[in-house]
């Protein structure tokens, strides 16, 4: 476990490991153990949602508050905020974060910046980005480097998200976020920076952009970097290494984005001829969680099925996908069905 008195560079190198087993550190938690602090409870729930693995950023901040020492108590309170964040209970995550200032009956500058911190998150949450911005900035006069970190990574993003052309502003600030060197958020910046400059079509540079952040221990920005980067790679004709990326993107475990890279390598299968793959890779989308990524596999299995000569098989498809009510994947849906009435004349 972490030991406080070790350096940064191996405590950050024991809270990866921790933070790589959210199924099984958290229920070692226990109120009372020595080296389970302020700083490693909230670094250690922050990166578990970071993730969207809620329940252990949940079960950290259940131990924190149970702990003896308003630093611990304080840093449950800010979980428990976070929590709020993932489901969009902005009131209540606001009100948790107040409770986490008033815990401390003493100035605590290092709790004071990640309440600054949190609050910044609820406000940019709330579309309140000037209020944000400011709350921000008082993070970056704390001192602390990890919270600065986050800060700079918080305020790049939503200086990025505020504009679709190039804000070099954003693209500096993230630059800022990279330089401090913490895991958490250079990948999650460069991700950032490559996105803007594939947006305004520089993909040079993105493609470089997304080949560090493709390398992050963060893993839905590792699997969405794959995706973007086989997905450039593949708009400019390098298909072979493209589909490297994408399947990358379809091992991975975020839901959306191995989805879409099952997608997209799929689609790259079936241009090429290969059917047998593509029929494997398609049913593989078919069954994830992301709901638009498992209807538009439906769609592709159903038009397979159709050329197959499997009429049945394919409209089945194709009625599992008209359930869902995004309107492309209707029309997608409309055409496969036109193209079954053509095949049975």
Same mark, same amino acid.
């Given at each position: ?7 940064? $560079? ?30 490693? @409870?909230? $670094? ?10 809620? @329940?252990?950023?949940?079960? +950290? ?8 020492? @308003?630093?611990?108590? *304080? ?45 910044? #998150? ?8 000037? &209020? ?27 200086? *990025? ?16 976020? +990279? ?6 958020? +250079? ?25 560090? *952040?493709?390398?992050?221990? +963060? ?27 994408? %399947?990358?993107? @379809? ?13 997209? #390598? ?9 059917? %047998? &793959? ?68």
């Amino acid at each position: 476990m972490p030991d406080r008195t070790t350096s940064d $560079e191996q405590f950050a190198k024991d809270l990866a490991g921790m933070l790589a087993a959210p199924h099984t550190v958290p229920l070692g938690l226990k109120p009372g153990i020595p080296w389970f602090d302020f700083d490693l @409870a909230f $670094e250690l729930g922050l990166g578990y949602a970071n993730r969207d693995e809620i @329940a252990a950023t949940e079960a +950290v901040a259940a131990t924190a508050l149970a702990s003896p020492g @308003a630093r611990l108590q *304080a840093a449950g309170h800010l979980l428990t905020a976070v929590v709020h964040m993932s489901r969009g209970r902005f009131r209540r995550a606001w009100s948790a974060a107040g409770k986490a200032a008033k815990t401390v009956k003493v100035p605590d500058p290092d709790v004071a910046a990640e309440v600054a911190y949190v609050r910044g #998150l609820v406000l940019e949450g709330k579309g309140n980005h000037r &209020d944000a911005s400011r709350q921000y900035a008082l993070v970056a006069d704390s001192g602390r480097p990890r919270t600065f970190a986050r800060a700079a990574l918080a305020m790049g993003g939503m200086l *990025a998200r505020e504009t679709q052309d190039w804000d070099q502003d954003a693209f500096d600030t993230l630059s800022t976020a +990279v330089a401090t060197g913490f895991e958490e958020v +250079v990948g999650p910046a460069r991700l950032m920076q490559a996105l803007m400059a594939d947006r305004v079509g520089d993909h040079d540079v993105a493609a470089s952009l997304y080949r560090e *952040a493709a390398h992050t221990t +963060v893993p839905h920005t590792a699997a969405q970097a794959s995706f973007h980067l086989g997905d450039l790679l593949r708009s400019r004709g390098d298909t072979q290494e493209a589909r490297t990326h994408l %399947a990358v993107a @379809a091992r991975s475990s975020d839901p959306e984005f191995s989805a879409k890279g099952a997608l997209a #390598l799929g689609i790259l299968l079936m241009e090429a001829g290969e059917s %047998a &793959d593509a029929l494997e890779v398609f049913t593989f989308a078919s069954n994830s969680r992301y709901e638009p990524g498992a209807a538009r596999a439906h769609c592709h299995l159903g038009l397979l099925a159709i050329d197959a000569g499997d009429f049945a098989n394919g409209e089945r498809h194709l009625r599992i996908a008209q359930r869902h009510k995004d309107p492309q994947i209707k029309a997608a849906v409309a055409e496969g069905l036109a193209h079954l009435r053509n095949a049975r004349r």
